[in-house]
């Protein structure tokens, strides 16, 4: 039995075994802990029999007028609970969050390039291809801007994609 709750701070000295995966960006303690304080809502984790962590999704709600949206920061399961539909689950709850409690016009993430695994389950999703960034990953790799529209999103502007390859830099960010 799978149990999705809020993430604690003392989850973070028990996740390690989800954060092995290569496609798994880590971050440093002050940037999980100023998710956990200002969205503690987009962050949760899936626990297991035992206390084990699955998985965990961590995200935001930013932006502003149509621009509005929450943002997928992070999701991953630990590669023993993969293929559970887990990290749709997770997804799930944050478009949920994202819809009903904040009112969004989307839900953005990005991904490798490489991680053709992810890419295949955002499609599945419902989450499009909206731009490529350049050079995102650590200066290394390129990342697809995926998006999904919410249904405050009538006419689903949100996802027209944008023809024109961008930097991290030309980003908008709040």
Known sequence: MTTIRRFTCLDLFRFNNVQLDWFTETYNIPFYLQYLARWPEYFLVAEGP???IMGYIMGKVEG??????????AVTVAPEFRRQQLAKKLMHILEEISDKWHHAYFVDLFVRLSNVAAINMYEKLGYSIYQ???????GDEDALDMRKAMPRDVEKKSIIPVKTVVTPQDLEHD
């Open 50 to 52: 035992g206390g084990h």
């Open 132 to 138: 490529r960034v350049l050079n995102y990953y650590s």
């Open 64 to 73: 502003q007028k149509e621009t509005w949206h929450g943002h997928v920061t």
